[in-house]
């Protein structure tokens, strides 16, 4: 896990936007009514309150900015160097003590006018008092425009910086521009640095990840070093520099046999002399690339003395490899990884805290007591446990794979050779999947036979049983009335229904005001006429049930027969109501609720429907409603006409 995230680092706005953020955050998180007829101290409060807010807004915001910004003086020297490298170490402290002085401005600003607001008479003095404030943070803040615009620049840089921690194991690769170092990470780690055949394609560090005996190992490609003195290298190449400086890891130093780099052998073995002092207490080993163009027996004499010169050295290992063919890719990495691991167990014994543990460890090395020999005791079931071991694993069969190693090209594969429970003469049989469109293993059964004979047995006996005859259709008259007659019914039946769902589907009509109510044409004859046509006696049915018209007493009707005479009904005022010259009852027109409509019940229930039906079309739309409260007049004149009191606005 990497010790510093650069990438939480908060956005840093530019001046103007800056003092927007801060002035519209003051209007919307404060109050923003005041009048002239408050009291003095209410008005104080008012605007007091305004340029402390804003005060304490902008000291916030530069304080987040301060403190996300990484310390020189507390990061790891590393990025300390990288940073001077890359931003100014002077420009960088200078921009952000510029930030912390104005901050104190800012403070003290607000100081001094929250004090002289405090003797403030009027409600104009206070607000010019509030203006004078806002306006000078807002002049404080307008002189930093060059400090954010930079810090903005800086932390845009810093996120896409390399995740590097200088902490962890850590593979250094350095060397001239162009010698093979960014392919030999790409081969390496799953990074992808760009490769060109051309120098310093690589112009900033890139990190690569790679696992060796369990471990995460960060694998680091610098820009490419050329040989002059340190005050006269650039950006790029004093990145090389600082990593090679100040990060315990193992450095590799690549080398190009074949020149191709445009730098002679004796120019990197000069460089690699030059920058020697960078490697003091590090491991090191020297790789030669791009043997695959050229191998050190190919090279001239005075050459091969080169290189024969170097391999002198004990403490420096010399490998060969070529990243384009792969070969002695691995074995670099690997003793690059075991180099690196030893010096940091090393680094780790020479501690203090070593000593410290190694004092509460006490190994106990048992010495004889007499000359006797003594057998170790080791119980039967173990030696019979491990005997059953080994006769399994003598019995085990070798795997796919290990007789695929053995024969090479020769091997086939044949998983039929462990069908032990198939006979060897019909392992090998050609059994096809389909037939027919069917699939085969869907009918194998080994008691296929069985099943087929019981099934026959099973037929026989329903054949004799006279389950398959057919029975005799012919039909006699009676027969053919009765499905005549049913067949009737229930077309009669069909056409019920179907009536039935058309008039549903009408969906209540309106009825025109002048038409009067559909009369009910139902009738004890047309009944009789209907039945008869159907075929039923209807002879005996005078004095039948159905055909006495009988009323509920509740309605003002009895049944035919009764005593009761039939009550009158009793007029109201309107229905009474006569012309005095002719003494004939008033024809007035008939009220609109009562057109179309049969009766009173049927009238209340059209009422209650009606009364739904405005309620809800009222909810839906938004509608005033019966409920709502009425304002005859939205604008009394009584109240905004005439002088008004005092000169403030009509808010």
Known sequence: MSLYNFKKIMVVPPAKDFIDIMLSKTQRKTPTVVHKGYKISRIRAFYTRKVKYTQQNFHDRLSQIIQDFPKLDDVHPFYADLMNVLYDKDHYKLALGQLNTARHLVDNVAKDYVRLLKYGDSLYRCKQLKKAALGRMATIMKRQASNLTYLEQVRQHLSRLPTIDPYSRTIIICGFPNVGKSSFINKITRADVEVQPYAFTTKSLYVGHTDYKYLRWQVIDTPGILDHPLEERNVIEMQAITALAHLRACVLYFMDISEQCGHSLEDQVKLFESIKPLFTNKPLILAINKVDILTPDELPEERRAIIT???????????????????????????????????????????????????????????????????????????????????????????????????????????????????????????????????????????????????????????????????????????????????????????????????????????????????????????????????????????????????????????????????????????????????????????????????????????????????????????????????????????????????????
């Open 309 to 651: 010169k170097l391999q002198e050295d004990k403490n420096i290992p010399v490998m060969l490899m070529s990243t384009v063919q792969e070969t002695g890719v691995m074995e670099v990495k690997t003793e690059a990884c075991e180099r690196l691991l030893s010096y940091r167990v090393d680094q780790k014994m020479r501690t203090k805290k070593v000593d410290n543990i190694l004092n509460r460890l006490h190994v106990a090395m048992p010495a004889p007591r007499d000359e006797k020999q003594r057998e170790p005791c080791i119980p039967e079931q173990a030696l019979n446990r491990l005997q059953q071991n080994a006769d399994k694993a003598e019995r085990k069969r070798k795997l796919e794979k290990e007789i695929e190693l053995e024969m090479g090209d020769d091997y086939t594969l044949d998983l039929k050779k462990n069908y032990s429970e198939i006979p060897e003469e019909e392992r090998y049989d050609v059994i096809p999947e389909f037939w027919e469109g069917r699939n085969i293993a869907d009918y194998i059964d080994p008691d296929i036979f069985e099943k087929l004979e019981e099934l026959e047995r099973e037929e026989g006996l329903r054949v004799d049983s006279g389950v398959y005859t057919v029975p005799d259709m012919t039909m006699d008259e009676t027969l053919k009335e009765i499905r005549e007659m049913a067949k009737q019914i229930r077309g009669k039946r069909f056409e019920l229904r179907d009536e039935k769902r058309l008039s549903a589907r009408k969906n209540k009509p309106v009825i025109p005001r002048n038409k009067q109510p559909k009369v009910r044409d139902r009738s004890v004859k047309k009944l009789v006429q209907t039945m008869e046509g159907l075929g039923v006696d209807m002879s005996d049915s005078k004095t039948a049930n159905f055909t006495k018209s009988v009323v509920d007493l509740s309605r003002g009707q009895v049944a035919i027969g009764s005593k009761r005479p039939n009550p009158q009904p009793l007029l109201d005022k309107e229905s009474s109501a006569i012309v005095k010259k002719t003494g004939q009852p008033i024809k007035r027109a008939p009220s609109r609720d009562t057109l179309g409509i049969k009766n009173v019940m049927i009238r209340k229930k059209a009422h209650i429907m009606a009364k739904r039906d405005i309620a809800k079309k009222v909810t839906k739309m938004g509608l005033k409603g019966e409920a709502d409260r009425f304002i005859g007049t939205k604008m009394p004149k009584h109240l905004f006409a005439g002088k008004r009191g005092f000169k403030a606005d009509r808010r």
